[in-house]
């Protein structure tokens, strides 16, 4: 047993222990997932209680990819590198295979279309102290932002779409994706009213926050994400759901695969009755 392996086996002992002690839950939401491998994990932070599928996946880290626009706007938000009212970044004229991208954009654009340069010319204006600073005070995953190019991401040679969170250095686990957002979002401030105002994806019957995310490895998905929130009753429920699939019979699964997570999520908030 390698040491990643022995510490994944750790966490999961300790995870099923508390369970026992009434902090999580383990709920079968298999339904949902319609055999497709995976973790979903829910928290409600009045209650201090979570409800997991799949325990052993919810503790496993890997890249957060476009899942980090949420903490990447934060930061850029809070040290007041751009505001709501100016976050304007001016397109080079480079063609993205994305046309969605090729064009100059504010933050709410870039963030509801994930364009990945924005954010890359975004995190180079700020100094890395800062960005390590913020995931330290977060406990945003390994925190590591060693790989600051993204030079270990072998999926494209565009240095625009390259960066320490995507296939990279970075790695967080849904556990830690869903404790981040409850810290950062337990405070209600300008900051967090724009990410909020971004982050909706359903305003009705229940009001649902969220943020996709993808990454390829060896042309295959390596990691499809789907994190955030929804308010009900007065109450945020925090959530993040994670495929572990490579691929599978699902159609055009390689460039689908976040949009079925949330497809998932989306499911579950309005089907499962979670809390």
Known sequence: MNI??????????FLLFSCRKGNIEEVNLSQYFKGVSGTAVFYNPDASQYKIYNIPLSNIQSSPCSTFKIMSANIA????????????????????ENPLWNKTMNVNEAFRTSCVWYFRKLIDKIPQRTIKSYLQKNHYGNQDISDWKGIQNNNTNVSDLKGFWIESSL???PMEQVRFLAQLFSKENQTTQTLKDMMLVMDNP???YGKTGLGIKDDMVDTAWF????????????????????????????????????QIALDIIQKAKIF
């Not at 751009?82 to 993205?96: A, F, P």
């Open 4 to 13: 990643m392996k022995f510490i994944w086996f750790v966490t999961a002992i």
């Open 77 to 96: 938000l809070s040290e007041n590198v751009i505001s709501k009212e100016d976050s304007t970044i001016k397109w080079d004229g480079k063609i993205y």
């Open 171 to 173: 790695q967080i686990s």
């Open 206 to 208: 229940v009001k649902i």
């Open 227 to 262: 994190v955030g929130f929804y308010e009900q009753n007065n109450r945020k429920i925090f959530f993040a759901i994670r495929l572990h699939d490579k691929k599978n019979d699902i159609k055009d699964y390689r460039h689908s695969a976040s949009f079925y997570a949330k």
